[in-house]
């Protein structure tokens, strides 16, 4: 017998939140919190067993905790990528970048923190960058160009990649911190420098064991992709990320308190290598996943207090999330996997970082706004990419044409004012997924999926050479695949995502 279709309407609810919130008169400041491998369980109001996460729990609390929030891709560039562009990742080619490429958003391209420029912000960033720097020709011994500042930051401390990659310095407002221009850096990720020890030659100088693509140069005990040389009073000690970011992050908030602000605040935590501060040793059952759950948490308590310090707390809109899902084993031996007991890093879903399934960009997701946004749960469908749009919204900006062009003004449901999200949205990951409702479509991919995700990571990539389709209200973890059930569904969402994929937008689609 012939299926009927089902109806794909978005139903979602609101609970707790108020009808009608109402906007102050004045321009708010925006705080971006961005975890980083964070997954939807990791956080305790999600269930998180092992760790406890009270900082992040009492803004759920005050706040609205999103249970269908999603990061665009699966890995960390892309998703950064689409948060500052409000554009999907595959329209910049964006993928995981090696620690010295070219800065991956284009200097003329509309970005975020330039259309809050435009509408009286002064703005910041500050933590994990990963989404390149200079222009191919980069000297780590001179001002780097192009970089935040052109892209419309006013003010930026980074750490330039990611934690596993060289250089293991800081970068503030495009320069290295505390170099000595007598120890000039060199950087190379395909030749070995004769610089610092590697982890293949010298593995007893290791405070973890790693694979070879993490086992080369060694800083602070801990062996990085790629090689470097030169900068040694510049480097870093990954046990002061918390301390130094959050304090960076502090002071922009203190000297800008009597203007609008916006600031980005990535954290390293809890990407590799994990070596939380000794004050974290230890508050977890996990080993230094967990440790560095718990320090992730006192950096947000950080930032809230900061706030309300200065009397700010109730003029800050606070976003909290993470760049994509969770993963264990990504290249250190922390015992991730043997320590993790009773916790489950990507709550009711399956996947993970990498993967298309719903643990892959399922983020948790909380928006905090005392005096503005009242505490409830929503299961509204929403992507980080419409970040751009609604923020726009907030603060007065018309998007002009080819600004932001994948990004839905959708501030009412952020607010937790409606339940309305998303009608279709697209997931991202080695291969494409796409939402409707509670229906969720993964395309056919050609040729084999990466066997590494499965059998390097141990996370189910959900890539196969087959259609599939899930109806993730009757089955939470992607197990029962219905496309042979639903033929015509299958074809309609495939034409949609089609349509997604081939468009050159010219104008934002939400005007």
């Known amino acids: 017998m012939r299926k009927v279709l089902p109806f794909i309407g978005c139903f979602v ?108 912000y002064t703005t910041a960033v500050v933590g994990k960058w990963h989404l390149g720097l200079g222009n191919g020709k980069l000297d780590w011994n001179k001002e780097i160009k192009p970089g935040p500042r052109e892209i419309g930051f006013d003010y930026s401390f980074l750490i330039p990649a990611t934690g596993d990659r060289v250089p293991c310095v800081f970068v503030e407002n495009q320069r290295v911190v505390g170099l000595d221009p007598t120890d000039s850096i060199r950087v190379n ?55 130094i970011l959050t304090e960076k992050a502090k002071t922009f908030m203190e000297e800008n308190q009597h203007k609008p602000f916006f600031l980005y605040l990535a954290f390293h935590d809890i990407h590799v290598p994990r070596a939380p501060n000794e004050q974290f040793v230890g508050t977890s059952s996990m080993g230094p996943r967990g440790d560095a759950i718990a320090q992730m948490d006192w950096c947000v308590g950080q930032v809230i207090e900061q706030l309300e310090r200065l009397g700010l707390d109730e003029k800050t809109l606070v976003i909290f999330s993470s760049d994509n899902g969770p993963v264990l084993n990504d290249g250190y031996a922390d015992q991730a996997v043997e320590l993790l007991g009773d916790h489950q890093p990507s709550g009711p879903f399956r996947g993970g970082k990498y993967s298309i399934l719903e643990a892959g960009t399922r983020m948790p997701t909380i928006v905090y706004w005392p005096g503005t946004v009242q505490a409830g749960t929503s299961s509204a469908l929403l992507s980080q990419v419409d970040w751009y749009a609604s923020l726009a919204d907030l603060v007065g900006h018309q998007l002009q044409p080819g600004e932001a062009p994948d990004s839905q003004p959708l501030l009412q449901a952020w607010l937790g004012k409606t339940s309305a999200g998303r009608d279709v949205m697209l997931e991202e990951a080695y291969t494409y997924g796409l939402r409707q409702g509670s229906w969720k479509y993964i395309q056919a991919r050609k040729g084999e999926a990466p066997r590494w995700i499965e059998q390097g990571k141990g996370i189910a990539s959900g890539m196969a050479n087959y259609p599939q389709l899930y109806n993730l209200e009757a089955d939470t973890a992607e197990q029962n695949n219905l496309a042979e059930s639903y033929p015509e569904l299958v074809q309609q969402m495939q034409q949609t995502l089609e349509k997604i994929l081939d468009e050159r937008p010219a104008e934002n689609p939400g005007k």
């Open 13 to 120: 609810s609101v609970s707790g939140a108020f009808a009608q919130p109402l906007l102050p008169a004045e321009k708010p400041n925006i705080v971006i919190v961005y975890a980083d491998d964070l997954g939807y369980g990791d956080i305790g109001v999600n269930g998180a067993q092992g760790v406890k996460t009270p900082n992040i729990d009492r803004l759920a609390s005050a706040g609205v905790n999103f249970t269908d929030a999603h990061c665009s891709s699966a890995t960390c560039t892309p998703s950064r990528y689409s948060l500052l562009t409000g554009s999907y990742a595959f329209r910049g080619q964006a993928a995981v970048l090696p620690g010295d490429a070219p800065l991956l958003i284009r200097p003329e391209q509309a970005t975020l923190p330039r259309m809050l420029q435009a509408s009286g």
């Open 189 to 243: 990720y395909r030749v070995k420098l004769d610089g610092y020890p590697t982890g293949t030659e010298h593995p007893e100088l290791l405070k973890q064991a790693a694979d070879p693509q993490h086992n080369n140069t060694i800083v602070n005990g801990l062996s990085r992709i790629g090689f470097m040389s030169g900068g040694e009073q510049a480097l870093w000690k990954d046990e002061e990320f918390p301390f």
